[in-house]
């Protein structure tokens, strides 16, 4: 039962034009999300997070977006660059409160991006 | 990925032999979590540990794994009898006293790359 998805495996995407990277989840008690870039033989890098009272948080090039109605949220880089080339891994937790433990991340298989030069 | 510091970094055991992969958390976090990356999967959380304390390991096999954070020392994860199943990437992260999830998320070493054969 996967309760965070993402769908697509992999992206291929011009240098200089946006990514979009999309990233479902079931579970009503996750509040808060990550995205994590991870390299080959390397470990997950944390790169934004979002809180569920928010719908959007930016970073410089990375944006991402959550839509809790439809319990979606996505990863914007613009502009693309050569070096973003990684595996993109989104993350999701619930509040401790909740008693889900905010340590346990729950993880997506990953959409492998591919920049072109 | 630089402080959290796992070794080895590739290690080889053959079915029913012991595997011992060890996680120096980043200097002054006193906390430790383990997840597990099977090949075309996203990480898996397995077990959470304080300082000689294993808080929640509800993510870990009941038989043949086990974890450690001694007073002094590394955290430990061992799985005895290992087999081929058990061929996965295993990352550790570190957080101080409490996870805070809006300045600290979760931070991963490299990873220790097992291969059963």
């Known amino acids: 039962d996967q309760q965070v998805k993402q769908n697509s495996p992999s992206l291929s995407v011009q240098e200089g034009r946006i990514s979009i990277l999309n990233c479902d989840y079931t579970?009503?008690?996750?509040?808060?999300f990550l995205w994590y870039k991870k390299y080959p033989a390397e470990g997950p890098t944390f790169l934004i997070s979002?809180?569920?009272?928010?719908d959007k948080n930016e970073d410089g090039r990375f944006t991402v977006f959550l839509n809790k109605s439809a319990k979606h949220l996505s990863l914007h880089i613009v502009p693309s660059q050569p070096g973003d080339s990684a595996v993109y891994f989104c993350?999701?937790?619930?509040?401790?409160?909740?008693?889900?433990?905010?340590?346990?991340?729950?993880f997506g298989k990953g959409t492998k991006l591919s920049v072109i030069p | 990925n630089a402080g959290v510091m796992q070794n080895p970094r590739h290690l080889v055991r053959r079915r029913g032999q012991e595997a011992r992969l060890r996680c120096s958390p980043m200097?002054?976090?006193?906390?430790v979590y383990w997840y597990r990356q099977l090949p075309e999967e996203g990480l898996k959380f397995m077990v959470y540990?304080?300082?000689?304390?294993?808080?929640?390991e509800s993510g870990m096999p009941k038989e043949r794994f086990s974890a450690e954070f001694p007073k002094e020392g590394p955290s430990i994860l061992r799985i005895q009898q290992v087999v081929r199943g058990d061929s996965a990437a295993y990352f550790c992260?570190?957080?101080?006293?409490?996870?805070?999830?809006?300045?600290?998320?979760?931070?991963f070493g490299n990873g220790t790359r097992l291969t059963v054969t």
């Open positions: 992260a570190s957080s101080p006293w409490t996870l805070d999830r809006d300045n600290s998320p979760l931070h």
């Open positions: 579970n009503s008690m996750f509040d808060y």
């Open positions: 979002i809180s569920s009272i928010k």
């Open positions: 993350a999701a937790t619930g509040s401790p409160y909740s008693g889900a433990g905010s340590y346990q991340l729950t």
């Open positions: 200097k002054g976090h006193s906390h």
């Open positions: 540990l304080q300082k000689e304390n294993i808080i929640d």
